[in-house]
């Protein structure tokens, strides 16, 4: 038997004819596929459910509402007229029952309320372009919102850098490219800080080049570089308010590989209202027009017990088992 | 147009209650959060309707919809595991990190491993590993010949192993400690 034949054979029993003892016969003499046997068996025994994953091995992980509730989330997610409700369960923890309805509800009135600030328009940029009056985004890609898992993580990610630096965080940024964070000279004085996430997703030609997501206490300021395609980098300098809602100052900006030439800025003024998603505004480069899509979702942050912070599922409706309280969303 | 998109979303509803366990038992073995496997299953439907013109076939919507779940799944743990890595780098707080024990740590490295799979190979490997799926199964499911799932899976495990390549030493020093 060739080794192929045989790796095919420990892999998913193909090979038929071939007995056994042949298989056994050529492991013996090949260090090779029992190297390659013994690898793919870790793999299955790391993927495989184990006996500690009961709900996975017996097929009962159910969604945290039960499937009625799921399947009603999933119909609701597209609907013909153009509106989504795409991941917004943020605002119905614990409201189990209202299912489609609120669903439903959620959706639709989060795209009809509401006017987005048109306060002191911030300093306009060389280049860039202010806009003082933001209307919430027509099509934001899937992955432009922020679903209540990302909330639940964000919250604890920043809870968790702020025990470790002793209350002084002031923001948390997170990408699948870069993290960054900021810290107070003090411990900020508030023992449950307020909460502001922001998604930040730039696009060219519809397509996603970059997307950040900050976790910031409203009052305080940030200063975060994520770098893009071809050495660029987008920097975003961002100022909150502490009223409610927060008001943010927002500069954004592509620099080129040296990090210093701006080859386009956006400067504008926004109101942060959580479950919003939002066009920010453009900036121009050679390289095209970029858009800023900007998804809010708000929090407060709570005490956490050092060396009691535990892995768990937490969903919509809060952690599932015992675990340090992570994350008291205030609305959508 | 108004007709056209009724029409698909009688089609994604009724793919929804034939497949809605499916999709969220494949994204639940992948991240093993309840929430986060739904909020896959929920981006898969989305896109869903965003492609709606070009996923003109029902038949290959079931196909389509699992792959779909399978990459936002993998593409959450990595999202995952940048978190984590940050919280590293925020001074040593790994150590009380959710999931930061040993063996989380080396099913992360596959499920990242996995993720850089070609598709076919990853869509495979997911159905017939994780989701224990049959062969005959897992083709039904992609629309592919049995022999392809035969051969996609082959070539995943060996991908996997190249991208473990430590994982070949740890097994000659396993057997060389026998």
Redesign the interface.
């Given at each position: 038997m060739s080794c192929d034949e045989v790796r095919q054979v420990l892999l998913d029993g193909a090979g038929a004819g071939r007995s056994r003892g042949d298989v056994t016969a050529h492991l013996r003499q090949c260090g090779s596929c029992r190297a390659a046997g013994e690898v793919y068996a870790r793999i299955r025994n790391v993927l495989q459910p184990t006996a500690h994953d009961g709900a996975v091995r017996d097929g009962a992980a159910e969604p945290v509402a039960g499937w009625d509730a799921f399947e009603q989330r999933l119909l609701a997610s597209p609907r013909p007229n153009g509106a989504r409700g795409g991941g917004r369960w943020i605002g119905v923890r614990g409201s189990l029952g209202l299912g489609l309805a609120a669903s439903l509800l959620l959706g639709v009135v989060g795209f009809q309320v509401g006017r987005w600030y048109a306060g002191s328009p911030a300093p306009l940029a060389s280049g860039g372009k202010n806009t003082d009056v933001h209307e919430p985004t027509q099509n934001p890609p899937p992955h432009a919102r922020l679903a209540a898992a990302d909330v639940t993580r964000q919250v604890r990610a920043f809870e968790e850098v702020s025990q470790v630096f002793d209350g002084r965080a002031s923001w948390v940024m997170l990408s699948d490219d870069a993290t960054d964070m900021g810290l107070a000279p003090q411990p900020l004085d508030r023992p449950q800080p307020a909460l502001l996430m922001l998604r930040m997703t730039m696009l060219r030609e519809n397509q996603i080049i970059s997307q950040a997501d900050l976790v910031i206490v409203t009052g305080e300021s940030a200063d975060l570089s994520v770098p893009i395609a071809r050495g660029r980098t987008l920097r975003y300098q961002i100022d909150t308010t502490r009223d409610t809602p927060t008001r943010l100052n927002l500069w954004a900006e592509v620099l080129t590989p040296a990090g210093g030439e701006a080859l386009g800025a956006l400067a504008t003024t926004l109101r942060a209202e959580p479950g919003r998603n939002v066009s920010a505004g453009s900036l121009t480069t050679t390289g095209g027009v970029y858009e800023l899509q900007i998804d809010f979702a708000q929090g407060a942050a709570t005490e956490v017990v050092p060396g009691e912070i535990v892995p768990g599922e937490v969903g919509p409706g809060g952690a599932s088992r015992p675990a340090p309280p992570a994350a008291e969303m205030m609305g959508s | 147009m108004?007709r056209i998109?009724?029409d698909?979303?009688a089609v994604?509803?009724a793919e929804?209650?034939r497949s809605?366990?499916l999709l969220?038992?494949l994204a639940?073995?992948v991240l093993?959060?309840?929430?986060?496997?739904?909020?896959a299953?929920?981006?898969a439907?989305?896109?869903?309707?965003?492609e709606r013109e070009r996923l003109r076939d029902p038949p290959v919507l079931r196909s389509w919809l699992a792959r779909v779940v399978v990459n936002e799944s993998l593409r959450?743990v990595?999202?995952?595991n940048?978190?984590r890595?940050?919280?590293q780098?925020?001074?040593?707080?790994a150590r009380?990190?959710?999931?930061a024990s040993v063996e989380?740590d080396?099913?992360e490295s596959?499920?990242l491993a996995?993720e850089q799979l070609p598709e076919r190979s990853k869509a495979v490997v997911t159905l017939?590993?994780?989701q224990?799926l049959s062969?005959n199964e897992t083709a039904e499911l992609l629309g592919l010949s049995a022999g392809e799932v035969?051969r996609q899976?082959?070539a995943g495990?060996?991908q996997?192993?190249a991208l473990?390549d430590d994982?070949?030493a740890d097994?000659?020093m396993?057997?060389d400690d026998e």
């Open positions: - | 108004a998109e009724a698909w979303h994604l509803a929804v209650r809605a366990r969220f038992r639940y073995n093993r959060d309840r929430a986060a496997a739904e909020d299953c929920q981006h439907l989305l896109k869903a309707w965003e959450l990595r999202r995952r940048v978190e890595k940050s919280l780098l925020a001074g040593g707080a009380a990190v959710a999931g989380s080396v099913r596959v499920l996995l017939r590993v994780m224990g062969g035969s899976l082959h495990m060996e996997l192993r473990l994982w070949d097994a000659v396993t057997r």
